[in-house]
């Protein structure tokens, strides 16, 4: 599978890129015709960083920023874009004047949480919300949905690949979209063209990897 893989390098930096592998691949919610990894983007330290000063200029000016919440993985870009925010002089209601990155659990209803420890880094702070990639905004309206819960106050939502632009009148920023992939689409499961053709799906995916059947 891996050698149908397509690079695509971003708009504003050419050592930020994804990579596309074309076929037939089920997430959680809907079935899609190219697999985004982003895996060197989330793990190697000069390619998160850079992510991190495109997605800092993409969110633009924000009142406040005190917390980072990292989705999927992107904990190492969370803490270069915290470093981006802290360099940038944005204010912060924290005492100690640093911003905090957290990673949230999920329970067995698939809700976000946070252990007791970890609420004075949600409750009354200014969010940003940070994915790997978004393909139906399904987790990010459950994401929010969690963080208000906890008493967080949701800033910016981003993400380094989504299709989705808006959530609950929330602009989701981006350093790739769909435009970006010639031909990319996903479907409901039921009108998965794949599917109608009986080609059987290669693997269930999400932002951490791919599991082949």
């Known amino acids: 599978m891996e050698s ?7 708009k504003e930096s050419n050592m930020v890129a994804i990579h596309a592998i074309p076929g037939h691949f089920a997430t959680s919610h809907s079935h899609i015709n190219y697999y985004i990894d982003i895996t060197s983007l989330k793990t190697r330290v000069q390619e998160a960083k850079e992510v991190a000063k495109v997605l800092y200029h993409k ?5 406040y920023v005190d917390t980072i919440i990292c989705m999927d993985g992107t904990e190492v870009i969370g803490t270069f874009l915290a470093e981006e925010f802290e360099r940038g002089d944005y204010a912060s209601t924290n005492r100690h004047e640093t911003i905090y990155v957290v990673e949230p659990e999920f329970n067995s209803s698939n809700q ?5 420890n970890f609420k004075p880094c949600i409750d009354g702070k200014h969010i940003v919300l940070l994915s790997a990639t978004t393909t139906t905004g399904k987790t990010i ?6 963080i208000r819960y906890y008493g967080g106050i949701v800033e910016s939502v981003a993400s380094v690949f989504s299709t989705v632009r808006n959530v609950e009148n929330m602009p989701v920023v981006s350093i790739f979209n769909e435009e970006d992939l010639p031909g990319y689409a996903a479907y409901q499961a039921s ?3 794949f ?3 009986g080609h059987r799906i290669e693997a269930m995916v999400n932002s951490f990897g791919y599991s082949k059947f």
Not at 4 to 10: D, E, I, L, N, P
Not at 112 to 116: A, G, I, S, V, Y
């Open 4 to 10: 149908r893989m397509v690079k695509f390098y971003s």
């Open 59 to 63: 969110i633009g000016r924000l009142s």
């Open 112 to 116: 976000l949480m946070f252990r007791d």
């Open 141 to 146: 309206v459950r994401s929010l949905e969690g």
């Open 191 to 193: 009108e998965c063209p």
């Open 195 to 197: 599917c109608m053709k």
